[in-house]
């Protein structure tokens, strides 16, 4: 059998939405915040992701060319909302307020807190990173600018002022495990299904 993965993150995934900067979207009253991130979509009933070689996957088993998969605790700052907050930075930081930083649930021996990227070209089709914060970002990734809204995770785009819910799992060679995909186009994809990232756990086991 292979292993359920559990993941625990300070995210929750979104399927294409934008929503108006000006929206009122609730208040958190959390300044911080350590949460499980799930992931909702067809065939896809609230499964964990997990950290898999600096790819975020979701799912109950591993892919085969995976090396190293581990659960994972997401950290981020928790902003309360209003119409005048809703501000994006535009160069990511590695202590920038609005980044997800991730810790392994295990004995891995990290040295630093790998952040949550994405790609944010229009037509760009390209896996959910968890990468280094040193490391270089091409001119269309994005590690900062991440929002909550509600139970969902959103990246505030600063150019337009909308959140975009754009997560989508596509399958992997694996049965039971997708790479989680950003897709702000929205195009289709065969093998692949839109899904939203939630802070909120099944009410029970999909697996």
């Given at each position: 059998?292979?292993?359920y993965f559990s993941?625990?993150?300070t995210c929750?995934?979104f399927l294409?939405?934008?929503v108006?900067?000006?929206s ?7 300044d ?5 991130l ?5 065939d896809?009933e609230?499964?964990?992701?997990f ?11 591993t892919?085969?060319n995976?090396?190293?998969a581990?659960?994972?605790t997401?950290?981020h700052?928790v902003?309360s909302f ?5 501000t994006a930075p ?7 307020s609005?980044a997800f930083q991730?810790s392994?649930?295990?004995s891995?021996?990290?040295t630093s807190?790998?952040?949550?990227a994405?790609n944010?070209a229009p037509?760009a089709f ?6 280094s914060?040193n490391?270089?970002?091409?001119d269309d ?9 509600g139970k969902d995770l959103?990246?505030?785009n ?16 694996q049965?039971?495990?997708?790479v989680?995909?950003?897709?702000v186009?929205?195009q289709s994809?065969d093998?692949?299904?839109?899904v939203?990232?939630k ?5 029970k086991?999909s697996h």
């Amino acid at each position: 059998m292979q292993p359920y993965f559990s993941l625990l993150l300070t995210c929750s995934l979104f399927l294409t939405k934008l929503v108006s900067a000006s929206s009122s979207l609730p208040p958190r009253a959390d300044d911080a915040a350590s949460f499980s991130l799930y992931a909702y979509g067809s065939d896809i009933e609230g499964l964990p992701i997990f950290y898999g070689d600096g790819v975020a996957y979701t799912g109950y088993a591993t892919p085969p060319n995976v090396s190293q998969a581990l659960n994972v605790t997401c950290q981020h700052n928790v902003l309360s909302f209003s119409s005048s907050s809703l501000t994006a930075p535009v160069a990511p930081a590695p202590n920038d307020s609005t980044a997800f930083q991730i810790s392994p649930n295990s004995s891995a021996n990290w040295t630093s807190k790998p952040r949550l990227a994405i790609n944010i070209a229009p037509d760009a089709f390209d896996p959910v990173k968890f990468l280094s914060p040193n490391a270089t970002l091409s001119d269309d990734q994005i590690a900062s600018g991440f929002r909550i809204y509600g139970k969902d995770l959103a990246y505030l785009n600063s150019s337009s002022g909308k959140l975009q819910e754009a997560f989508w799992a596509s399958n992997t060679s694996q049965s039971g495990a997708w790479v989680l995909r950003w897709n702000v186009g929205g195009q289709s994809h065969d093998g692949s299904v839109p899904v939203v990232v939630k802070t909120m756990a099944p009410s029970k086991p999909s697996h």
